[in-house]
């Protein structure tokens, strides 16, 4: 049987690379909290706590931006602990700590926390840790605070623990993670193939589209998901009777469009919700209909009330944030000819008819990667479609502020915007004459990482050119001395960097080029601080 020191042991020996995860930030547990009526701590002054928090690459990112807040780290295996602390010394935080050992033994002592994060540990460990898991957090979380555990659910896992167990069979002589990955690879890639050259295939669909993200999956990930001895999934009924039997009670999904609120979906939620007699069954029918094999909940204090009876005006303390444009990058009329607003990757897109969500997007993108709090959007979109907010005129504006708080819980709803919030982030959106990137992008460059975590706590990949262009952002380097540094760059080690002969035959031109593009990017991705 597999024990806590087997787990540590395993993590000890082989390092668990992550991410930043943007569900875990307590900038979006407070806007998910919000919604469902709980006042929850502000996250620029709170408490955090992460169960399993491996090298910090979701912790230290949180503690660099939002320096009045107290984070601290829990995980088994003390050579990543040691690896965390030594990371987080080196960037001169003093506001993070990691403890060492399981999760069973830290003390009432180190809490209360306003946030308790348990993200990629709770089916992954044996039950009796999993109990523990949630006595203690039931014991360190703050009267008004919010716990956001992740799981893999029923009835979506049935589907892939055929895959797993695909994977287990062909790899079952693998022991390192390299072997174990090609092992996956190897059967996932002949199990689809197969599933592609025949219709009657029964798990035709699954292995298709498990195929086409395994590309886009860290390989960590993978040989963890597939591999571990422990991997419970869990039907949500029984997830609610375990934090039930904790006296503790369920708010909702981290994820907004996880929640079904979008207004066209309200037929289906008012028929689960009569054939339900609990929020446990009604969310239990919702993941029997959608087939959900993945849930990262939201959990607080049984007694405190929660209302998932949503309604709109409860975004209000959102600070608002967009990064889509207008297709057509012209302000938009007051009118309600509709306007489709797009990310810059086109994966996300937003048709708005509202003359006040149409302005209110405009002002977003302008705004971007900074935004406004709902008063202030208000008055930028009214200027923009050249109004005036007068006292004659205070009902239509109350009445139309209701209606743009119910298009943007759509918008937010369908999955459309990059980040929920609700403090402004430590970011610049302006190109200054001496940019400077932020100190947490810098250090994962210089310790050779292909991801970079943006001051929205989004994970950037950057090519090699891009890197050094962006440490040239130091905040005394002038735009000039950028220019003349990346030209000297191109010359030395243009091909190196990836960059084709043409390029290489024109350094300024190309290092022109580059560095405009780069700052643009930078700037837009939310690296640049200064
Ligand atoms: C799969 S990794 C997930 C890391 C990170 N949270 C993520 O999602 O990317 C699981 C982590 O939980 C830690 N862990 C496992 N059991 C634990 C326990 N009982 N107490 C604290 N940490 C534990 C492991 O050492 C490992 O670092």
Redesign the pocket.
Known sequence: MTS?SD??R??DEAF?E??A?LQTHPETLAGIALLFGIQPSNPAHCRVL??????G??LIPMALNAPDSQFVG????TR?VDEAATRAAQLGLKNIRFYS????HLPDSAGPFDYI?????FS??PQE?QQ??LSRCKALLAPQGILYV?YNTYPGWHFRDYIKHAIQFNGKKASSTDEKYEALKDIVTLLSRHAVQTPAFPARGIFETFSKQLESLPK??LV?EYY?PFNIPLYVSEFMQLIEKHELQYVGEAMLSDNFLLSDQAELRQSLLDKSTSRGEYEQYLDLIISRGFRSSLVTHKGLAVNANIHPDRIRPFYFMSDLKPLDNRVPEDNTRPVRFKSADKSREVKATSPLTKAALYCLSQAWPLGFNFNDLVHQAYRILRRDITQADIEDVKQQATSLCQDMLDIYAKGQLPCLRVTPPLCTNQISNQPLLSPLARTQIQRGGQQLTSQLHATVKMDALSQQIALLCTGTNTQDEIVNATEQLIKNEGKALGLNADSCRKPRQSAEKAVDMVLEMLRAQALLVG
């Open positions: 806590n787990i540590a395993a993590y668990y992550s991410t995860f992460e169960i399993g928090s491996a090298l690459d979701n829990v995980d088994i295996s990543q050992g399981s999760i069973e994060v348990c993200h990629g540990v992954w460990v840790v523990a898991i992740s960590s990930y963890h571990e």
